[in-house]
């Protein structure tokens, strides 16, 4: 299970994520909308050839392999009619793929979603040593303005002054937005709204920085082991059989999955096996075709032989998606773990990406899914067995309410065998 707009999450320059939204005017009756265009800037013939090789890849993609051959009701040829003038017609790429970005959205689907060349190169360094300012940004839903999320110590922005809960804007006139590239040495000015409200423009150098790591282990605490998940990475379930390898029964395990959205299935099913017995079935999915598979636990959970007996609670909130998601539930249902936080976005369709010719990338549904006790969880989510939301102030003050009341849910005396590991019935 790949990302979606996953692209609504962008670490810059590590792009997670691009959301492409925009505001045209309801056509009456179609459910397609029409556009207003203003006279579009002259484009060169090799740029309109690329737009229509992206834009006409993007629809018939869609139109031969998205997991619902009804597309939702979409009537996809009318979509056509309508952006692909605008897709033709686009000087640059955040115009291209906000156009794209604004067709795909006809599906209301959070995993289908195209990524323009510059996010999907981010996408591609996350874990290489790369140009950074340092930004966490999660687009908002006018599409105009991304949330600054999180500023990196020590990075850049953080040196300008630059703070969580700034917004960049990035609409009509902006001086930087997302899909350009950014360089070591080239200074780029952000149009940035401070916490106040105030227009704070501010220019900021990239430099060379080392990766953050996607999984971390924080030990600092007695008695509690701590794994902090960014991405459902590659080498996941190995890593995570290394932290739970030797571990003394008595030591609760923490998994934070706050703020992750999601990644590879096969990571997730990894990390079910270090909780839940071999085999058990937690979840099916069924595709295009309409044929119904089951996902079984398959081992992969790096040298442990058995699951572990620990006791374990999840951390979600409303940027958990995808595999972060379907991983919470899995241990809900089977009641091998509590789950603590905000319920998670309910973006849970199986979904594939393809590289476009412009180098940029498409994610699209390929499968349903549902819990092994029959749930759909897509635009539903997890809904946690103890609610306790993070906002921005507590961020900004260095608390955390999230972990401190999965601590709390964990020093609790089960009052059920609710974390016994035991076989589930076949779907």
Same mark, same amino acid.
């Given at each position: 299970?790949?990302?979606?707009?996953?692209?609504?999450?962008?670490?810059?320059?590590?792009?997670?994520?691009?959301?492409?939204?925009?505001?045209?005017v309801?056509?009456?009756?179609?459910? $397609?909308p029409?556009?207003?265009?203003?006279?579009?800037?002259? $484009?060169?013939?090799?740029?309109?050839?690329m737009?229509?090789?992206?834009?006409?890849?993007?629809?018939?993609?869609?139109?031969?392999?998205?997991?619902?051959?009804?597309?939702?009701?979409?009537?996809?040829?009318?979509?056509r009619?309508?952006?692909?003038?605008?897709?033709?017609?686009?000087?640059?790429?955040?115009?291209?793929?906000?156009?794209?970005g604004?067709m795909?959205?006809?599906?209301?689907?959070?995993?289908?979603?195209?990524a323009?060349?510059?996010v999907?190169?981010?996408?591609?360094?996350?874990?290489?040593?790369?140009?950074?300012?340092?930004?966490?940004?999660?687009?908002?839903?006018?599409g105009?303005?991304?949330?600054?999320?999180?500023?990196r110590?020590?990075?850049?922005?953080?040196?300008?002054?630059?703070?969580?809960?700034?917004?960049?804007m990035?609409?009509?006139?902006?001086?930087?937005?997302?899909?350009?590239?950014?360089?070591e040495?080239?200074?780029?000015?952000?149009?940035?709204?401070?916490?106040?409200?105030?227009?704070r423009?501010i220019?900021?150098?990239?430099?060379?920085?080392?990766p953050?790591?996607?999984?971390?282990?924080?030990?600092?605490?007695?008695? $509690?082991?701590?794994?902090?998940?960014?991405?459902?990475?590659?080498?996941?379930?190995?890593?995570?059989?290394e932290?739970?390898q030797?571990?003394?029964?008595?030591?609760?395990?923490?998994?934070?999955?706050?703020g992750?959205?999601?990644?590879?299935?096969?990571?997730?099913?990894?990390?079910?096996?270090?909780?839940?017995?071999?085999?058990?079935?937690?979840?099916?999915?069924?595709?295009?075709?309409?044929?119904?598979?089951?996902?079984?636990?398959?081992?992969?959970?790096?040298?442990?032989?058995?699951?572990?007996?620990?006791?374990?609670?999840?951390?979600?909130?409303?940027?958990?998606?995808?595999?972060?998601?379907?991983?919470?539930?899995?241990?809900?249902?089977?009641?091998?773990?509590?789950?603590?936080?905000?319920?998670?976005?309910?973006?849970?369709?199986i979904?594939?990406?393809?590289?476009?010719?412009?180098?940029?990338?498409?994610?699209?549904?390929?499968?349903?899914?549902?819990?092994?006790?029959?749930?759909?969880?897509?635009?539903?989510?997890?809904?946690?067995? $103890?609610d306790?939301?993070?906002?921005?102030?507590?961020?900004?003050?260095?608390?955390?309410?999230?972990?401190?009341?999965?601590?709390?849910?964990?020093?609790?005396?089960?009052?059920?065998?609710?974390?016994?590991?035991?076989?589930?019935?076949?779907?």
């Amino acid at each position: 299970m790949i990302l979606r707009r996953l692209f609504r999450m962008l670490m810059v320059p590590a792009a997670m994520s691009l959301a492409l939204i925009a505001a045209p005017v309801s056509a009456a009756g179609s459910g $397609v909308p029409t556009v207003v265009l203003t006279a579009p800037a002259a $484009v060169s013939p090799e740029r309109a050839r690329m737009n229509q090789r992206v834009f006409d890849r993007v629809w018939n993609e869609v139109r031969s392999q998205y997991y619902d051959p009804g597309l939702h009701g979409v009537d996809w040829n009318a979509a056509r009619r309508t952006w692909r003038p605008v897709a033709l017609a686009a000087p640059d790429d955040r115009t291209l793929y906000r156009a794209i970005g604004d067709m795909l959205d006809l599906l209301d689907d959070d995993h289908a979603g195209a990524a323009s060349p510059a996010v999907a190169r981010r996408q591609d360094s996350l874990r290489k040593r790369r140009p950074a300012i340092g930004l966490s940004l999660r687009a908002e839903p006018s599409g105009e303005t991304w949330l600054i999320e999180e500023v990196r110590p020590g990075s850049p922005a953080a040196e300008a002054g630059v703070e969580a809960g700034w917004r960049l804007m990035t609409g009509e006139g902006a001086l930087w937005t997302p899909d350009q590239d950014i360089a070591e040495g080239q200074s780029v000015t952000l149009s940035l709204i401070d916490g106040d409200g105030a227009a704070r423009p501010i220019a900021l150098t990239p430099r060379m920085m080392e990766p953050t790591p996607a999984f971390v282990a924080d030990r600092s605490r007695p008695g $509690v082991l701590v794994l902090t998940v960014e991405g459902f990475e590659l080498g996941l379930g190995r890593w995570m059989g290394e932290q739970l390898q030797d571990l003394s029964p008595e030591t609760d395990v923490v998994i934070d999955l706050r703020g992750n959205p999601g990644g590879r299935l096969a990571e997730a099913d990894a990390v079910l096996s270090c909780f839940l017995p071999l085999d058990r079935p937690w979840a099916a999915r069924t595709g295009r075709s309409g044929r119904r598979m089951e996902l079984r636990t398959a081992g992969g959970c790096g040298t442990l032989q058995v699951p572990v007996a620990n006791d374990v609670a999840v951390l979600v909130d409303g940027n958990s998606r995808s595999a972060a998601e379907l991983t919470p539930a899995a241990l809900q249902e089977a009641r091998r773990a509590i789950v603590v936080g905000a319920p998670t976005a309910g973006a849970v369709l199986i979904s594939q990406e393809t590289r476009l010719p412009d180098g940029g990338r498409l994610s699209l549904s390929r499968a349903d899914f549902v819990t092994s006790g029959g749930v759909r969880l897509e635009k539903r989510g997890v809904t946690p067995d $103890v609610d306790a939301p993070v906002t921005l102030e507590d961020r900004l003050a260095g608390r955390d309410p999230g972990l401190d009341a999965a601590l709390a849910a964990l020093a609790e005396p089960r009052s059920q065998p609710a974390m016994a590991l035991q076989a589930a019935p076949a779907l």
